[in-house]
């Protein structure tokens, strides 16, 4: 008998600390490293220690009679095992692609490339035995740089793709209209470009723990992964070749994934095929750093030729983009949908460009292979289009803060189609960003500066680079994605199901699961307020697909925008369930009642009050239903999101250059960013503070190296610069809030932003700082070394 | 034809770990990591390099934080050893995971137990660290998703609510 209906703490908004911290802080994660099981037998993989290569002959005999062995195979033990699927054929993808197998048979296409494993009891005797397997190969020569690899009598990886070209595509208007654009254009400028391969790195490698039921035939596969339906279903249907429901798939704690981890991977499928050979045993397989460094995806490597076209006063007129997108040594799973659509389509950026034409040509190297990584296309993307800004700048003399803003589309102009196939933008405020980071940075006073020191030659240049970008996340409307030529052919939706419990106590399960996002906490947040439950009151499900609605998975910084919708979506349905059935509680008609604040009550009455727990006890004991009614509060949705959303801001970066050393010094950090409506700020900065390290260090310190022999140089954590805690700045982070109108929440996500945005603000403001002494580009990572070459010259 | 070598014999020691004894056999080239994980079960203390350059595996060994994939536990007879698991349960955090808790020091957790190992050892020896000092110290541990602000920040935490700020 309340006398009135008091209002609860709203959390959507709050910076609340996570639910998942105190057992990841105290060691009582369960990472998949850590999963204990009965009868557990460890794998060791054979691997090829060359690039290119013809399997002679492999000896198992001597391996085979090692202590706790339990069993050796090769690539001829699992024939009936189907390569890994290519779920994305993007039109243009001219020939057939070849896939990886679960052990390479005949021949070998990259160092590390798996050829035998064994299984034994620990993994130091399979280890010991994997060392004891006798491999014969007769060597070929190998390519690494995707150019090259095109040409005329570089070594063939694949008879399928000639001149290893498995993709050819185009996006844009024809390459002769804006060849005609860049003739008319009153400045003209061409650029090489070369956006490195980077090594993704999440600190815990990749996994698999394999197990089969000899009894029912069904399958448990434990696995660090980011999209376990889709892995299931990839699977069961492409490369066991069982139904889907044969096979569970459950993600553990996952230490990271940043892309890497979306992939259908060869040991996700041997494991599997190695527990059905040995009877049922489960089997662990876990990467070594050494092991994820040579074989689980790379990302980006990009090389491209661009033409710029521009007006005197700034405004970009053409842009012609010849892209090689160098894609390793098979195609993996998403392979063809980073360097086109997810590239070519948001070469825009946030400018009004009349004319752009892309073309991108996929190959074939005898390197890893090369998929998503945190921004997936939109930071080569980003990339191209802001160093096109400043090129402009460069070339006209306008400066680049001016240059961007003379090109911004405007926030009238929303939803806003780029005209090259990407989806409308849906809504915006770049210029708003853009002043708010100008004046946050001081950045007339830096140009100032700089001045003061190039007039009396100071040792320190000082260097300021912008990075005004817009990204498409929240993927995808299934009508899009799924079209025949242009995406992966299957749906982008995502899903939630809400009970509540006759305890009143309320549980989500996702089909979105986190690897550091912290879906616990701010997917129960959202359906705290949405709902009226306590907080506390909620839990969070996820990661495992017996349970778990078919969901699509993590990555494309879709979680809240796409996940979220579902959740919220299933919450408004729940909330129908309950008004229908406190007006029956109530005595009332359906349109008197309000629900609010977790209570229902009748319009004007308020003391005639059914709580949402009374409501869902109510609806378990289901003695008294309204007719037609069905018992318990639990609603599902699918929901297909109607478009993308596309985050944006301004980063502005300030670098000291040491003109003797080459030594850069980033001092100053500062990001504006916009992702629509904000659930919880403590979630967001962090996800931002990590996407800036990550496209820092590209501009900074890491580049992933092979020889021309094939073999990765940067092989390990000794030679690959992951940034170090003081090797980043401090980062000053503002933002704008433009709401989203695809969904309901307003939000657009914030998983990547950060990244796309960072790399070119940084190799901006680097490039800027010795832009007076003639040098116009430079290209990352941006070591001292490279700096000094080109200050020596 | 790999030579076939007899394994060398085991080697017996006692340790106390997170104020509990243990004996065991170990062989000799047994990890202090790989029988902290596997041989006790203490899965808090995780692996993400080949060797000593990401210090998720940091313990504290007689007082120190040392990289628990480049000592044998063959090494250790006698040894007192620190894990994660010793330094603070839900409910009575240590005044460092409270700074990473409140502060969102970690996302994934991965490189957390390690982190948090170094930090405490580290604000031993510097009980009022400069930004500077705190972001060299870390200097050994990686984060690939905090981008570290917020482990700092989460450090800065505790050093002021242990002097009694």
Redesign the interface.
Known sequence: MVASVETPEKMVGKALKRREDPRLMTGAGNFLDDVKLAGLTHAAIVRSPHAHAKIANIDTSAAAGLPGVVGVFTGQDFLDVNPMPAAWQAGGVTNHPVTPRVLAINEVHQVGDPVAVVVAETLAQAIDAAEAVHVVWDLLPAVVNAKRATEAGAPQLHEEAPNNIVLEWECGKDAATVDAALSASDVRVSQSIVNQRLIPTPMETRGSIGRYDPGTGDYTLWATSQAPHVHRLLLAAFVLGVPEQKIRVIVPDMGGGFGCKIFVYYDMALTLALSKKVGGRPVKFVEDRSENYLTTTHGRDHITDLEIGASNDGHITAIKVKTFANLGAYFSTIAAGIPTTLYGRMLAGCYKVPNIHCHVTGVYTNTAMVDAYRGAGRPEAAFVIERVCDLVAGATGVDPAEVRRRNFIQPSDFPYDTGIGMLPYDSGDYETALDRALTSVGYAELRAEQAARRERGDGKLLGIGLSSYVEVCGVAPSKWIGLQGEGWGAGLWESANVKVHLTGKVVVTTGSLPHGQGHETTFAQLVSDELGVPYDDIEVEHSDTHGAPFGFGTYGSRSLSVGGTAIYKSVGKVREKAIKLAAHMLEAAEADIVLENGKAYVKGLPASVKTIQEIALAAHVAYDLPAGMEPYLDETTYYDPPNCTFPFGTHICVVEVDRDTGHVVPIRYVAVDDVGNVVNPLIVDGQIHGGIAQGLAQALYEGAVYNDDGQLVTGTLMDYAIPRASNVPFYELDRTVTPSPVNPMGVKGAGEAGTIASTPAVANAVIDAVAHLGIKHLDMPLTPERLWRALSN | ??D?VA?PAKVAISVTVNGKAHSAEV?P??LLVSFL??QL??????????TS??G?CVVHLNGEAVKSCTIFAAQLDGAEIT???G????GN?HVV?EG???M?G????????GM?MTSTAFLKSNPNPT??E???A???????????????RAVQYAAAKSNGA
């Not at chain 2, 970690?106 to 137990?113: A, E, F």
């Not at chain 2, 200097?139 to 998703?145: I, K, V």
């Open positions: 034809m790999a076939t394994a062989e080239r047994t994980r596997e079960g203490l899965t808090g203390t995780h692996i993400g390099c080949d350059s990401c998720a894990t994660i698991e330094l603070g349960t839900d955090l995971q990473f808790w409140e969102h970690l996302q994934c957790g991965y490189c957390t137990p948090i930004e500077d705190i972001r060299h870390l200097d050994g541990n990686l984060c690939r998703c905090t981008g570290y602000q917020n482990i700092v």
